[in-house]
């Protein structure tokens, strides 16, 4: 069994005043195009986000294969590793790939590859350039859970923080560029973003 998390609990500040989640993608709302793409690599969905996004993204997923679960922020706005943890904290899985709700290209051959590379160890991350790719990853659910928590203990909020407590495989640019594009981690944040990639379904 394989999950997926997609984490769905930011404001959407460069976007305006609302939810991008949802928004309209052409013809269907963003969360919804990164869900039909996990469906071809997972077995359960959870989405991570805030109590007040609930209605729209449950309306936004209906009848979805993949029957999501939701696992809600209880102190919201914590930042994308509270809520990777939060997701993870609902999984039934041992193994999960978490992605972000802004990236309607995500690869789900890729995603194969990074459950592939993670198996044995704690996580499978992409660096395709300096950063790493923490919101398209695949995690041991259990201990990225421990993590995170202990990260933000730590008052850590920046999510490689995490990683450096499990056991990692990094997957390389030359490694990504074998599997997929660089489109697998596009991520779209502006409503000029989202006009420009409509373009491209
Ligand atoms: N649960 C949770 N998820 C978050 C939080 N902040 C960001 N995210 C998620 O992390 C991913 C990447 O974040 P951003 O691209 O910065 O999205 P955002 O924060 O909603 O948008 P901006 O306000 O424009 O930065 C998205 O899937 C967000 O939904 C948060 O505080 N809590
Ligand atoms: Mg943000």
């Known amino acids: 069994m394989r999950a ?3 984490v769905a609990g930011g404001r959407s500040t460069r ?3 609302s939810n991008k989640a949802v928004a309209d993608l052409a013809g269907t709302p ?3 195009r990164v869900a039909d793409c996990l469906r071809e690599a997972v077995d359960e969905l959870v989405v991570n986000c805030r109590e007040d996004q609930v209605e729209a993204i449950d309306a936004a997923l ?3 294969a993949l029957d999501p679960t939701f696992a809600l922020d209880e102190d919201p706005g914590q930042g994308p590793m509270a809520g990777i ?3 993870l904290g609902a999984v039934d899985s041992e193994y999960a790939a978490v992605v972000a709700c802004d990236m309607p290209f995500v690869d789900p051959t890729f995603i194969d590859y990074l459950f592939e590379q993670a198996a044995s160890h704690e996580a499978a991350v992409p660096r395709p350039d300096e950063w790493f790719q923490t919101t398209q990853a695949v995690y041991h659910a259990e201990a990225m859970q ?3 928590r202990r990260a933000l203990e ?3 909020h920046k999510v490689v923080e995490p990683l450096f407590d499990l056991d990692y495989v990094v997957v390389e640019r030359e490694d990504v560029l074998e599997h997929t594009t660089l489109e697998t981690f596009e991520n779209l944040n502006t409503r000029e973003e989202f006009k420009a990639a409509a373009d491209r379904f």
């Open 62 to 64: 209906s009848d979805h």
């Open 30 to 32: 963003m969360i919804r």
């Open 146 to 148: 421990v993590a995170c």
């Open 85 to 87: 943890a939060t997701g």
């Open 15 to 17: 976007f305006g005043d």
């Open 4 to 6: 997926g998390v997609i």
């Open 154 to 156: 730590r008052g850590e």
